[in-house]
């Protein structure tokens, strides 16, 4: 089935599924029921169900002795690669001008990372802001500067727009109906994606197209550290979809990071990032479309995920088996 009949399917229902390379004795009830719980191995979290294969892609990257850049990098080339997903690499909507153009990010726990915006014409983003970590003294190469950063460094030039992609673009163009901060259908889901190897180091990477139709130019929370993604040895890690800038505001994934170095269990930092969005930012709430969630894992593989309206699902391996899993929300 595909992801957003899947999704579609799952919130009619409203319940949560659980899919186990063991098959479970019995679904569980939404939401993260094992926060408390240290891991004993690898724990991946991501954002969205993009594929039984992203999260275990990640965990066996580890396996086989990758590190946990490599099992974050590995993991989010999936999506990106995939001309079906609408909202992230190849295949993504495109801005206004019916230009793709892309943002990702990619952090360790030891505060090295990297990150590209407004990046044209090369499938993985996400690749070149691991070689802006490693190869640069910079954090954020953006647009044309990123692109020949990318071309130079061996990654070849190609046309993101797939036909599905333009053909949607040709339909809204018929109306050019734009209203963020409300999201429709295809203008979120970015992949945000946090790796634990089982002895505390944790990576993490965020990857995304942004909101379909959006003003050429516009850059959103995924590839910004701290907003987007944010990951801490000491502590853990946070991630972010929905509305980048509601998530830009309040610095979301980093204030998680924060709220768990000061005690709080990802679960509820997850839910306070929330809460001050729609605190400091009412108009948020006001709308139905409004979209925005969070991930985020202890370095003990604790793991938290809320979403502000119903309708986010999370990814998660734990102990080798796969689970997509309706995250809890605030508001329906
Ligand atoms: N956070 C992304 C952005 O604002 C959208 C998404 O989650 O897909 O660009």
Redesign the pocket.
């Known amino acids: 089935m595909k992801r957003r009949a899947f999704l579609k399917t799952a919130s009619l229902a409203g319940t949560a599924t659980l899919i186990s390379q063991k098959t479970p004795a019995q679904s569980p009830a939404s939401g993260p029921k094992d926060s408390g719980t240290p891991a004993q191995g690898p724990v991946i979290i991501s954002t969205w169900d993009f594929g039984r294969a992203v999260p275990e892609t990640a965990f066996q990257t580890l396996m086989k002795g990758g590190t946990v850049i490599d099992a974050v990098e590995r993991a989010v080339m999936i999506p990106e690669a995939d001309p079906e997903v609408t909202?992230v690499g190849y295949g993504g909507y495109p801005d206004r001008n019916g230009k793709v153009t892309l943002?990702a990010c990619i952090m360790n726990g030891n505060g090295d990372c990297g990150a590209v915006v407004f990046l044209e014409n090369i499938m993985h983003p996400v690749s070149v802001a691991r070689l802006v970590m490693e190869k640069t003294q910079h954090v954020v190469l953006a647009g044309e500067g990123a692109l020949q950063f990318a071309l130079e460094n061996g990654f070849k030039k190609m046309n993101l727009l797939t036909p599905d992609a333009e053909a949607a673009y040709k339909e809204w163009l018929k109306t050019s109906d734009y209203k963020p901060p409300q999201a429709s259908e295809h203008?979120?889901?970015?992949i945000g994606l946090l790796a634990m190897d089982g002895k505390g180091n944790m990576a993490g990477a965020c990857t995304?197209s942004?909101?379909a139709w959006k003003i050429r130019g516009r850059v959103?929370?995924?590839p910004l550290i701290g907003a987007?993604l944010y990951v801490d040895n000491d502590v853990g890690g946070a991630t972010?979809?929905?509305?980048?800038?509601a998530?830009i505001k309040v610095a979301g994934s980093f204030l998680i990071v924060e709220l768990m170095r000061n005690g709080k269990s990802p679960q509820e930092a997850c839910r306070i990032a929330l809460e001050r969005i729609v605190h400091k930012q009412p108009r948020y709430a006001e709308k139905d479309g409004f979209v925005a969630g969070f991930v985020a894992m202890t370095k003990e593989g604790q793991i938290g995920a809320m979403s502000y309206r119903k309708g986010l699902r999370y990814s998660l391996c734990k102990d080798g088996v796969v689970s997509i899993v309706d995250a809890d929300y605030m508001v329906k």
């Open positions: 909202t943002d203008n979120h889901d970015t995304t942004g909101m959103g929370d995924s987007g972010a979809t929905g509305i980048g800038e998530v």
